[in-house]
C-alpha cells in the first residue's frame, strides 16, 4: 500500500493506467481513467477535474466543474484490469474556493473522526462492519410501464431441488449456515475474493456461507479506523463483485433480494480508543462495557428512527427489517442477543475486544455516511449521558404479545425513517460533521427517485392478490 506522493509514483512505473475514484452521495463508487503519463505530483496538488452535474444528487449543470484531489494513501494496483493499472481514491474539491465538497461523503468521514478529538471522548475509533451479499447463478430484473418481475437463481437453491438433472445439495431456507461443500458450492470463489482483497493490502479474518440459501455470504475484514474502513468497504464491494462476475456469478450486495429467508446484513462493530485504552470497557459493568459505552448505546438508541435513514437506506432495506428472519428490528440491548438491535459481543474477555455491535445497517449504505452518523449518535448519548435502559436479555422474537408491545421497534418503511431524520438530525450537525444542505438534499433524492417510483408501481405480487377481485 501505497503512504506518500513517492510510493504511488514508484508503483505508477509499472502501470499503464491510473483510475480515479470518488464516491457519490449514495455509496457508489465513479471513476474514470488517464494514462499513466499523467501521474506526477503536481496532480496530488492541482487535482484533475470532471462534471459534478452528471453525477445524481451533486451539483446543478450551471455549476458543474468540480475537482478531484487524489488520496496517495490509499492507491493500489487494481487486480480486476487486464491492463496493468493503478487505482487511487480521491476528495473532491470546488476548484473556485478550493474547499472540500460538502456532499463527499468522504469529507463528512473525515470531520467525524475530526470532531471525535474535539470532545475529548477519545481519541480514535475503530470500525468492524460485516457485510453479507449473495452470490446468484443468474439475476434477471425489469420495471416497465406494464410489466414488472425478477428472476433470480443458484444451484443452491432449494427450488431446484426437483428439477430434472439436479444433484441435490440444494439448501433449505435458513440452513446455510456452515455446511461444507458440495452444499456450500462457494468455497472456492469466497476464497478468491479474500485473496484479491489480501493483495490490495486489505487484512481478512474469515469467510463462510451464511444462513440464507442461494449463496448468503459472509467475508470478514479486520477492524480498523473510521475512514480507513469505508475506504474498505467500497475496495470490499467492488472485489467481490468484480470476481463473482470473473466465475460467471453475480454478487448483490441488496439487503433482501430472495423472498421468504434471510437479508443482508453490514453489522457494525465499533469501539473508542484513548491511547492504548479501550474507553468503552469496564470489568464491573453489564457485559464488561463502561459507563461511556452504555451511555453511547442509549445515543444509539434514542437516534436508531433517523439513523435508519443513513444506515438501512433504501426501500428493499424494509423487507429485511421485519420480525422472524434474524432482523434486528427490537429497540433494545443486550450481550449474546442478536434479537435486539445493539449486541454486546462476548467472545472474549481482553479489554481490547470489547465493542458494541450495532445490527441495523445494510451493506446497501453509504459506509461513510453511516459510520459517521453511528459515531454521532453515540457521541450525543455520551455528551448527554442518555441512559439506554435495562438490557433486554432473552429471545425478543419470541416474547408474549404483552411484553413485546412494550418495546419499541424500529420505523417499517424507508419514507418513515426519511421523516424521523428530518425531525432529528441536529446530533448530526454537530462539529459541522453533517450538513443542513447535505441531508436536504440527500432527503430529496430519496423521496424522489426511491420512496415514489417504488410506491406508484404495481406490485407483482398484487396481482396474485387482486387480479380476479
Known amino acids: 500500500m501505497a503512504k506518500t506522493v513517492a510510493d504511488v509514483l514508484e508503483l505508477g512505473k509499472g502501470v499503464k493506467m491510473v483510475d480515479l475514484r470518488f464516491v457519490d452521495l449514495l455509496g457508489t463508487w465513479q471513476h474514470f481513467t488517464v494514462p499513466v503519463i499523467r501521474l506526477d505530483a503536481s496532480l496530488f496538488e492541482d487535482g484533475i477535474g470532471f462534471d459534478g452535474s452528471s453525477i445524481r444528487a451533486f451539483k446543478e449543470i450551471h455549476e458543474s466543474d468540480m475537482l478531484l484531489i487524489p488520496d496517495a494513501t490509499t492507491a493500489f494496483i487494481d487486480p480486476i484490469f487486464e491492463v496493468p493499472t493503478l487505482t487511487v481514491m480521491c476528495d473532491i474539491y470546488d476548484p473556485i474556493t ?40 443468474s439475476a434477471r430484473y425489469g420495471s416497465n410501464t406494464n410489466s414488472a418481475f425478477y428472476y433470480i437463481d443458484s444451484q443452491e437453491g432449494w427450488w431446484n431441488s426437483g428439477n430434472e438433472g439436479s444433484l441435490g445439495g440444494t439448501i433449505p431456507a435458513k440452513r446455510g449456515y456452515f455446511p461444507v461443500p458440495p452444499m456450500d458450492s462457494l468455497q472456492d470463489v469466497r476464497s478468491k475474493i479474500v485473496l484479491a482483497l489480501q493483495g490490495i493490502g486489505i487484512e481478512m479474518e474469515v469467510h463462510h456461507h451464511e444462513v440464507a440459501t442461494a449463496g448468503q455470504t459472509e467475508i470478514g475484514m479486520r477492524f480498523d479506523t473510521l475512514v480507513a474502513m469505508a475506504d474498505n468497504v467500497m475496495k470490499f464491494k467492488y472485489i467481490a463483485k468484480n470476481v463473482a462476475r470473473q466465475n460467471g456469478l453475480t454478487a448483490t450486495f441488496m439487503p433482501k433480494p430472495i423472498f421468504g429467508d434471510n437479508g443482508s446484513g453490514m453489522h457494525v462493530h465499533q469501539s473508542l480508543w484513548k491511547g492504548n485504552a479501550n474507553i468503552f470497557y469496564s470489568e464491573a459493568g453489564y457485559g464488561q462495557l463502561s459507563d461511556t459505552a452504555k451511555y453511547y448505546i442509549g445515543g444509539l438508541l434514542k437516534h436508531a428512527p433517523a439513523l435508519l435513514a443513513i444506515v438501512a437506506p433504501t426501500t428493499n432495506s424494509y423487507r429485511r427489517l421485519v420480525p422472524g428472519y434474524e432482523a434486528p428490528v427490537n429497540l433494545a440491548y443486550s450481550q449474546r442477543n442478536r434479537s435486539a438491535i445493539c449486541r454486546i459481543p462476548v467472545y472474549s474477555k481482553s479489554p481490547k475486544a470489547k465493542r458494541i455491535e450495532f445490527r441495523a445497517p445494510d451493506p446497501a449504505c453509504n459506509p461513510y455516511l453511516c459510520f459517521a452518523a453511528l459515531l454521532m449518535a453515540g457521541l450525543d448519548g455520551v455528551q448527554n449521558q442518555i441512559d439506554p435502559g435495562e438490557p433486554m436479555d432473552k429471545d425478543l422474537y419470541g416474547l408474549p404479545p404483552e411484553e413485546a408491545a412494550k418495546i419499541k421497534q424500529v420505523p417499517g418503511s424507508l419514507d418513515k425513517v426519511l421523516e424521523a431524520l428530518e425531525a432529528d438530525h441536529e446530533f448530526l450537525l454537530k462539529g459541522d460533521v453533517f450538513t443542513t444542505e447535505l441531508l436536504e438534499a440527500y432527503l430529496a433524492y430519496k423521496r424522489e427517485y426511491e420512496v415514489d417510483p417504488v410506491r406508484m408501481r404495481p406490485h407483482p405480487h398484487e396481482y396474485t392478490l387482486y387480479y380476479d377481485i
Open 98 to 137: 478550493r474547499q472540500p465538497y460538502t456532499r463527499d461523503a468522504r469529507y463528512v468521514a473525515r470531520k467525524a473522526e475530526a470532531y471525535l478529538k474535539q470532545t475529548g471522548i477519545a481519541e480514535i475509533s475503530y470500525w468492524g462492519p460485516e457485510a453479507e451479499f449473495f452470490i446468484f447463478n
